[in-house]
C-alpha cells in the first residue's frame, strides 16, 4: 500500500471581514492509493475546506501536508498548479463548464496547460465515450441536461489520466437516477485503479465508498474503512512526474500559445456586439489616423505638384543687391539685363528648361469712362507656363505678337471687374498709359499673397512694354524654370557665373542676384507639418481614450469570468496562462478594431476624395503604423486586467458568485 497523501494537524481559519471562522481545527490523516473515500457530515462541518486542502486549491494557515511525500508548504503556487494538471481531476456540484465551448472542448481545456503537444481531440472523444456521451461531442453544455454536465464534468477530469479525483458533493445538484450514474461511474474508475477521495452528505451516496470519514466542527469525529477495499484493484501507475519540475513547461515548444489565440477569438466572438463596442474607440482612433495621414500626404503632394507648376524650380534674377532690395548701391551697381541675357541663359540646355524676361511698372488703364491703376507686367513667351498665367478665358501671347511688340493684353480679375463690370472684355479696347490695347485673355485667378492683389495685374507682351509703354530699354528680370528641383543649386552657380562673366562684374559683386522658391516652399511644408502633428495627436487622444474603454471592458469581462479563471486554475492554469489568456485577449481585441479601423479608415478617405475631390495617399506606414500602436495599446491597458485575473486564488475564484 503506497501512501499518498497525508495531513498532520491541519488548521483553516477564514477571514471574514473582523471576525473568523475555523472551518478545520487539527485534522490529520492519510489517504493511500487506491482508497474510495466519502467524507461526510453536517453541512458548514469542514468538509469542502478539507477537500480543498487535499486537492492543492487551497494551503493549509498550519500544519503539515505532504502529497507523494512533499511538502506542500515548500511548493510554489505554479508547482502546485502542476500537481492539479498532472495528478488530480476535479469535480464540483456546480460541474464548471465553460459555456461557450462544445463539451469536447471543455473535456479537452485541462490539455492546454499540460505543456504537451498535441491536439488531444481524440483523447477526449474517448473519455466522453467513457461516461456515454459521445453522440454529444459538438453540443454546448447548456444543451445538456444537469447529469450529463456532470458526466462532461468527470470526462474532463479524467482526460489527463490523473491519480486522484477529487469530488465535492458530486450529486448534490442531481436526481436520484442521475446520482446512481454518477455512482456507477465514480465506482468503474475506482476498479480502474483510480484513488477517488469525494465529499457528500448522504449516505446513500457515501455508501458506495469504501472509507467513511465523517467530520464536525473542523475536526474528523470518525474514520471507518468498509470490508473489501483490499480487494481493490490497485494500479501501480507510479506518478512518475517530477512535482517540482512541472511549472516549468514552455510556452512557446508546446502549441499553448495558439491555443490561447483561439481561445481568445472564441471568447470575443461569443460577445460579438460588446466586442465591436469596446473596440469602436480604437476603431474611431485608427480609422482618423489613416484618413489624417493620407489626407495630410494628399494635401503635401497637391500642394508640392502646384509648387512645381508655379515654379520650385523656378527661379528669378534681379538687379540689385538681395538685402537691399531694388535700392541702387552707390552708382553703376545694378546690373542690367538684356535679351541676350536671357538667350544665354535659355542656351544653358543641360540645366535650364526655359527663361523669360519680365519688366515690371505700373498702369493707368482707361476703358470707356472708367479707369483704373494697376501694376503693368511685360512678359516673355515662356513666362505664362511658368507663372501658370495662361489664360482660361481666352488666349496667350504668341512668339509673334511679342516679337513685333503688338499692342495685345491680358488683364487680371480685379481689373475686369473694376473695368468691365459683368461684360465680357474679351476683344474690347482699352487704353494702357494712353495707348490703345486689345484685350486677348482674362488671367487665372491667384487671390492674395500678403497685402498684395496678385488679380490685380495687366500683363502685355515684353517687347511692347519695354518700347512702347514703359520706354525702358532693360529688362527688370529674368524669370528661369530649371531642368529639375535636384539642379537648382548647380543652375544658380552656373547662371551667377554666366552673369558675372558678360557683364565684367567682380566675383561676390552684389549688383544682382538669384533666387529660390525653396524658402516659400519650406514655410509652407513647416505649415503641413503643424498641421499634421496637430491632426496626429488628436488621433492619439482618442487611441487613448479607445485603449481605457478596453481597459474597462477587460475589467468587466475579468469579474464577469471569475469563476471561469478559478476554473481554468483548479484544472492547472498557471498565473501566467491566465495572464497570457487575458493579454492574448485584449490585444485581438485591439487588433481586430485596429483591422477594421485601418479599412474604414482608407474608406473615409476615398468617399472624402471622392466627393469633395480632396488629394489623398494612403502611406503603408501609416497602415503599418496605426496596426502595431493598437497592439501595443491592448498589451498596455490589458496589462492590469490580466494581473488581476491571474492573481486570483482558486478558491475564492470558483466560489465567487
Ligand atoms: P461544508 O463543506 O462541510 O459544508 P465548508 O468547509 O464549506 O463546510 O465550510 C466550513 C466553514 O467555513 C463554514 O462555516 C463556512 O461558512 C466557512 N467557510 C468556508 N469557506 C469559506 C470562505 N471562503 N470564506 C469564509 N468562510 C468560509
Ligand atoms: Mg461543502
Known amino acids: 500500500m503506497k501512501q499518498m ?97 462544445s463539451i469536447v472542448e471543455n473535456v479537452r481545456l485541462p490539455h492546454i496547460y499540460s505543456g504537451v503537444a498535441g491536439d488531444f481531440r481524440q483523447q477526449a472523444v474517448e473519455r466522453l465515450r467513457q461516461v456515454g456521451l459521445e453522440e454529444r461531442i459538438d453540443h454546448t453544455p447548456n444543451q445538456l441536461s444537469g447529469g450529463e454536465q456532470q458526466r462532461v464534468a468527470i470526462a474532463r477530469a479524467l482526460v489527463r489520466d490523473p491519480l486522484i479525483i477529487f469530488a465535492d458533493e458530486p450529486t448534490g445538484n442531481l436526481d436520484t437516477k442521475n446520482s446512481v450514474e454518477i455512482m456507477k461511474i465514480f465506482k468503474g474508475l475506482h476498479e480502474e485503479g483510480k484513488t477517488i477521495i469525494m465529499v457528500t452528505h448522504e449516505p446513500d451516496i457515501a455508501a458506495y465508498a469504501l472509507r467513511v470519514i465523517t467530520m464536525r466542527d473542523g475536526v474528523i469525529i470518525s474514520d471507518e474503512r468498509k470490508p473489501g477495499f483490499e480487494a481493490a484493484a490497485v494500479a501501480e501507475k507510479e506518478s512518475g512526474f517530477d512535482i517540482h519540475g512541472s511549472g516549468k513547461a514552455s ?59 508655379m515654379g520650385s524650380n523656378l527661379l528669378s534674377i534681379r538687379g540689385g543687391s538681395a538685402k537691399i532690395r ?22 544653358l540646355r543641360t540645366l535650364v528648361k526655359s527663361a523669360a524676361g519680365v519688366v515690371t511698372g505700373s498702369g493707368r488703364i482707361v476703358f470707356g469712362n472708367k479707369n483704373w491703376s494697376s501694376s503693368l507686367t511685360g512678359a516673355g513667351f515662356d513666362y505664362g507656363m511658368m507663372r501658370a498665367m495662361i489664360p ?212 473615409t478617405s476615398l468617399v472624402l476624395s471622392y466627393f469633395a475631390g480632396w488629394a489623398v495617399k494612403t502611406s503603408l506606414m501609416s497602415v503599418v503604423l496605426a496596426t502595431a500602436f493598437s497592439a501595443l495599446i491592448g498589451i498596455f491597458f490589458g496589462l492590469w486586467p490580466a494581473r488581476k485575473a491571474a492573481e486570483l486564488k482558486p478558491l475564492e475564484a470558483l466560489r465567487y458568485e
Open 5 to 101: 497523501l497525508e495531513l498532520i494537524d491541519v488548521h483553516r481559519t477564514y477571514l471574514i471581514g473582523e471576525s473568523t471562522v475555523q472551518a478545520l481545527r487539527g485534522v490529520s490523516v492519510t489517504i493511500e492509493q487506491g482508497e474510495f473515500v466519502a467524507i461526510m457530515g453536517a453541512s458548514g462541518s469542514g468538509k469542502s475546506s478539507l477537500l480543498q486542502i487535499l486537492g492543492l486549491l487551497d494551503n493549509p494557515d498550519k500544519g503539515e501536508y505532504r502529497i507523494f511525500g512533499n511538502n506542500v508548504n515548500t511548493m510554489t503556487e505554479d508547482e502546485q498548479a502542476g500537481v492539479r494538471n498532472n495528478v488530480a481531476g476535479f469535480v464540483f456540484q456546480q460541474f464548471h463548464l465553460l459555456k461557450r465551448m
Open 251 to 309: 510556452l512557446w515548444q508546446d502549441g499553448r500559445f495558439i491555443g490561447f489565440i483561439a481561445q481568445a477569438f472564441q471568447s470575443i466572438l461569443a460577445n460579438k456586439m460588446r466586442s465591436f463596442l469596446s473596440v469602436l474607440g480604437i476603431l474611431v482612433g485608427v480609422a482618423s489616423v489613416i484618413a489624417m495621414i493620407a489626407l495630410g500626404e494628399g494635401a503635401k503632394a497637391a500642394m508640392q505638384e502646384q509648387m512645381k507648376s
Open 326 to 347: 531694388g535700392a541702387a548701391q552707390g552708382a553703376g551697381a545694378v546690373a542690367r539685363f538684356t535679351f541676350i541675357d536671357v538667350d544665354e541663359i535659355t542656351s
Open 392 to 603: 482660361s478665358v481666352g488666349r496667350w501671347f504668341t512668339r509673334e505678337e511679342i516679337q513685333t511688340r503688338e499692342k495685345v493684353a491680358i488683364i487680371g480679375v480685379t481689373v475686369v471687374k473694376e473695368l468691365f463690370g459683368s461684360t465680357n472684355p474679351l476683344g474690347k479696347t482699352i487704353k494702357i498709359n494712353r495707348i490703345n490695347f486689345t484685350v486677348i485673355g482674362i488671367a487665372p485667378a491667384k487671390g492674395f499673397s500678403g497685402p498684395q492683389d496678385e488679380d490685380d495685374v495687366v500683363i502685355v507682351p515684353v517687347t511692347t512694354a519695354m518700347y512702347r509703354v514703359l520706354g525702358k530699354d532693360y529688362l527688370s528680370s529674368i524669370f528661369v524654370e530649371v531642368a529639375s528641383p535636384a539642379l537648382i543649386e548647380q543652375a544658380k552657380s552656373q547662371i551667377s557665373t554666366l552673369i558675372i562673366k558678360r557683364h565684367r562684374l567682380k566675383e561676390g559683386d552684389d549688383s544682382f542676384n538669384i533666387r529660390d522658391m525653396t524658402e516659400i516652399q519650406k514655410m509652407l511644408s513647416s505649415t503641413t507639418q503643424t498641421m499634421s502633428l496637430l491632426l496626429g495627436s488628436i488621433a492619439a487622444i482618442s487611441l487613448v481614450v479607445g485603449g481605457i474603454g478596453i481597459m474597462n471592458i477587460m475589467l468587466v469581462s475579468v469579474t464577469e469570468r471569475t469563476r471561469e479563471i478559478g476554473l481554468r486554475k483548479a484544472i492547472g492554469a498557471r498565473k501566467n496562462d491566465i495572464m497570457l489568456q487575458f493579454l492574448v485577449e485584449s490585444v485581438g481585441l485591439t487588433i481586430s478594431g485596429g483591422f477594421i479601423g485601418v479599412l474604414a479608415g482608407i474608406g
